[in-house]
């Protein structure tokens, strides 16, 4: 009893101490920039759609929807970019503020922050125009997390004079793209500077198709209907400008331009020293999360958010994101590391939600990044933080996999196979969308089917939901392990199983045969479809059990390493890209091998590491994950410096993909961090039993303590103590 007593006790004191944390929004949820000369934006969003920031928080910024997709002529289909909702212009009688550069002396006491805690970004500074002509201005702006259909700009304005001004809210259609043909184009000679953004990664486009304004009491409102290209995705925006002042008298004017866009304009005098508070309200409602007129759709709901006022709106939204953040990773003795660790969960956060059934691209909703494309990046990297953090965002990650299965049947029929293939590059509705110069490898960077696979089995494993193993994961991983069974070539003369004409993980190293990684998964996967039958009592097909059991995996006997691919030798074949392939083999995967075996296999992505430079993130961060299984302290410090330096970009800690290049924001590199330290720092692991501490916990020296707050355990919650690389797990 007395035991029981202290637990609860602990227990009691823990939480207290978390939630005073928590509570106070310290500073590890305040990611604050000044005039800085490299700006790399961040973005907000509620998983539904989002928004950039800009540097003066007026310009228009690029702003993304899940399930937006356009498919121009003969170019592959793209994350499609909203209209440019956000822009505020205003006009002080003399100068334009969308036309000052924010470095300019004009520009004074300049600050924009990003509230991570409360999901909102604010942006404070003085424009100095001349002695007579300054104004301050504070722009708070945030994508509801309580009404998935809702952003809201809140747009304050003090003037130190008394003359006529002029505010301008539009909406307008972004321009067209200048399209390259990646539908047929066989070979690109020109990528450009590889250290720039990739000039094809440009945005899908949506047209306004119907727009129209009209004048209101102290405002106006807008509503348009839009469509992506091609694809004729259609959604509803309805936008409400207003000012919150009594009496407010303006001359108010819509301005109907031809390039399909429309304008509020405010034209009034204004009192020096008095402040003027401006809201714009934009309401958008897809096809896909409504039926009927989409106007009237976007209308209602943007009444409905009038009815409740700015201030309730608001506070539900911070509240929303308040709750979502009693879970949490809290790092002590690292202040720099714990903003860090919070941009990461957050960023995911913001591409993501429940009940989306939909992945998250590399770039998550920040940018048109790899085209908006869904990788295996979502499946093997950001889903399994979220497993353990949200498991119902977890449940849309893996449910987008069965929403898109008779595609990726389809797939697999239309290049010979059986079962589901599943796209190297998926579009919203599960089509290869890989461009053709890359096509090789929608071919055969076939891993990609296992690590579906593999997910399916992850989610069901750390839930035990069998309801979702039967209805969704199930299928799924039967389909792939008879595409595994069709992709094989039987070796008669050594009586194994062998994969050959592959491309790597390690993408320079095509048409090879038996990549490690690739074998191995396929095993796993052939092994995982026996083991779901047989747990509902499913037709097993013998021939799964035979293929996984002799299914060669490449290993170098005498010197306890896995190659790269059976021709390769240690560390051969990593490339500036990816140094650390065959460690997917102990993490994620968790194949059986001697401690040894690891070691080895760690020590040459080490050396291939300190040979060729890091290269992608998510390439590198696993090896801290080995390094603490191994209890090699002096590899998880060495390690863990490598996983970070150079791809933090400012000021936002935004992530690019490599060191050097402008590929911004890297959710892939996040969703890898976080698992660094959530199973790596750990010891947890995700088995066939559940979630279990496999091995000894280890932190890094940086790190003098570590709490995973409210983190899901096998269906319950806990919060996970590491300290003294001891664990201690106090249920809640």
């Given at each position: 009893m007395q035991t029981l007593f202290r637990i609860l006790l602990l227990s009691f004191i823990i939480n207290l101490v978390v939630e005073n944390v928590l509570f106070s929004q310290d500073s590890g949820f305040i990611l604050t920039a000044g005039k800085v000369q490299t700006y790399y934006p961040a973005y907000i969003g509620n998983g539904h759609f989002s928004i950039s920031s800009s540097r003066l928080g007026t310009a228009p910024a690029e702003s993304y929807m899940i399930n937006f997709y356009d498919e121009g002529k003969n170019d592959i289909p793209r994350i499609a970019a909203l209209p440019e909702w956000n822009e505020i212009n205003y006009f002080n009688g003399e100068k334009w503020i969308n036309n000052v550069d924010v470095n300019s002396e004009q520009i004074t006491d300049y600050k924009q922050t990003l509230n991570m805690f409360g999901g909102y970004l604010e942006t404070n500074y003085r424009w100095n125009n001349s002695k007579d002509r300054i104004s301050d201005i504070h722009i708070t702006s945030f994508v509801s997390r309580?009404?998935?259909?809702?952003?809201?700009?809140?747009?304050?304005?003090?003037?130190?004079?008394?003359?006529?001004?002029?505010?301008?809210?539009?909406?307008?259609?972004?321009?067209?793209?200048?399209?390259?043909?990646?539908?047929?184009?066989?070979?690109?000679?020109?990528?450009?500077?590889?250290?720039?953004?990739?000039?094809?990664?440009?945005?899908?486009?949506?047209?306004?198709?119907?727009?129209?304004?009209?004048?209101?009491?102290?405002?106006?409102?807008?509503?348009?209907?839009?469509?992506?290209?091609?694809?004729?995705?259609?959604?509803?925006?309805?936008?409400?400008?207003?000012?919150?002042?009594?009496?407010?008298?303006?001359?108010?004017?819509?301005?109907?331009?031809?390039?399909?866009?429309?304008?509020?304009?405010?034209?009034?005098?204004?009192?020096?020293?008095k402040k003027y508070t401006f809201y714009k309200f934009v309401s958008i409602v897809p096809e896909f999360e409504a039926g009927g007129n989409l106007?009237?759709?976007?209308?209602?709901?943007?009444?409905?958010?009038?009815?409740?006022?700015?201030?309730?709106?608001?506070?539900?939204?911070?509240?929303?994101?308040?709750?979502?953040?009693?879970?949490?990773?809290?790092?002590?003795?690292?202040?720099?590391?714990?903003?860090?660790?919070?941009?990461?969960?957050?960023?995911?956060?913001?591409?993501?939600?429940?009940?989306?059934?939909?992945?998250?691209?590399?770039?998550?909703?920040?940018?048109?990044?790899?085209?908006g494309h869904i990788f295996w990046d979502s499946d093997i990297y950001m889903f399994p933080p979220f497993l353990l953090m949200h498991p119902e965002i977890a449940k849309s990650l893996v449910k987008f996999r069965y929403k898109t299965l008779e595609n990726a049947k389809e797939n697999a029929k239309l290049n010979n196979y059986n079962g589901a293939m599943y796209p190297w590059e998926s579009d919203?509705?599960?089509?290869?969308?890989?461009?053709y110069f890359a096509y090789q490898n929608a071919l055969k960077e076939n891993h990609v089917v296992g690590d579906v696979a593999f997910a399916q089995w992850q989610y069901f494993s750390a839930t035990k939901d069998t309801n979702y193993l039967r209805k969704y994961g199930a299928e799924i991983?039967?389909?792939?392990?008879?595409?595994?069974?069709?992709?094989?070539?039987?070796?008669?003369?050594?009586?194994?199983?062998?994969?050959?004409?592959?491309?790597?993980?390690?993408?320079?190293?095509?048409?090879?045969?038996?990549?490690?990684?690739?074998?191995?998964?396929?095993?796993?996967?052939?092994?995982l479809a026996v083991k779901a039958s047989q747990l509902l009592n499913l037709a097993v097909n013998p021939d799964w059990q035979k293929v996984s059991d002799k299914m060669y995996i490449p290993f170098n006997e005498e010197e306890e390493f896995h190659p790269l691919h059976e021709s390769a030798v240690a560390g051969e074949g990593a490339s500036k890209f990816w140094s650390s392939v065959v460690n997917l083999l102990d993490f994620p995967l968790q194949m059986k091998m001697s401690e040894n075996t690891k070691r080895n296999d760690l020590n040459h992505a080490v050396k291939s590491l300190e040979t060729h430079?890091?290269?992608?993130?998510?390439?590198?961060?696993?090896?801290?994950i080995i390094a603490a299984e191994l209890g090699s302290d002096s590899l998880l410090n060495l390690t863990i410096d490598k996983t970070l330096k150079g791809y933090l970009k400012p000021p936002f800690n935004v992530l690019s993909e490599t060191h050097k290049n402008k590929s911004v924001n890297f959710l892939t590199g996040a969703g890898s961090f976080l698992q660094q330290i959530i199973f790596g720092y750990t010891g947890l692991r995700i088995t066939d039993e559940g979630i279990i501490q496999k091995y000894k916990p280890m932190l890094p020296d940086k790190i003098t303590k570590l709490i995973l707050r409210n983190i899901t355990l096998n269906n319950k919650r806990y919060d996970i103590i590491i300290k003294d690389n001891k664990l201690e797990k106090i249920p809640r």
């Open positions: 309580s009404n998935k259909n809702l952003a809201v700009i809140k747009f304050e304005l003090t003037p130190n004079f008394s003359d006529e001004i002029k505010l301008i809210f539009p909406i307008s259609e972004r321009p067209k793209p200048v399209r390259i043909n990646l539908g047929v184009i066989k070979k690109i000679d020109d990528f450009g500077d590889p250290d720039e953004w990739p000039k094809f990664w440009y945005p899908g486009f949506t047209e306004v198709a119907e727009i129209n304004a009209f004048k209101t009491g102290s405002g106006g409102r807008i509503t348009a209907k839009i469509q992506t290209d091609g694809r004729l995705t259609k959604a509803g925006i309805a936008a409400e400008i207003f000012c919150s002042e009594n009496n407010f008298n303006a001359d108010i004017k819509i301005n109907n331009n031809k390039n399909n866009s429309t304008s509020v304009e405010l034209l009034f005098n204004t009192e020096a020293g106007i009237e759709e976007a209308v209602k709901n943007l009444n409905h958010s009038l009815s409740l006022g700015y201030d309730n709106i608001f506070t539900d939204h911070k509240n929303k994101w308040g709750n979502i953040w009693d879970t949490d990773i809290i790092i002590e003795g690292d202040n720099e590391l714990q903003k860090i660790v919070r941009s990461m969960i957050f960023y995911l956060l913001c591409s993501a939600d429940k009940n989306t059934d939909f992945g998250i691209p590399p770039m998550g909703l920040s940018t048109a990044g790899y085209y919203e509705i599960g089509k290869e969308t890989t461009p991983i039967r389909q792939t392990a008879d595409f595994w069974l069709s992709r094989i070539t039987y070796n008669e003369q050594k009586d194994r199983y062998e994969i050959h004409n592959v491309i790597s993980v390690s993408e320079s190293e095509k048409d090879v045969n038996n990549e490690t990684y690739t074998n191995a998964v396929a095993k796993i996967n052939l092994n430079g890091a290269g992608a993130m998510m390439g590198v961060n696993f090896l801290s």
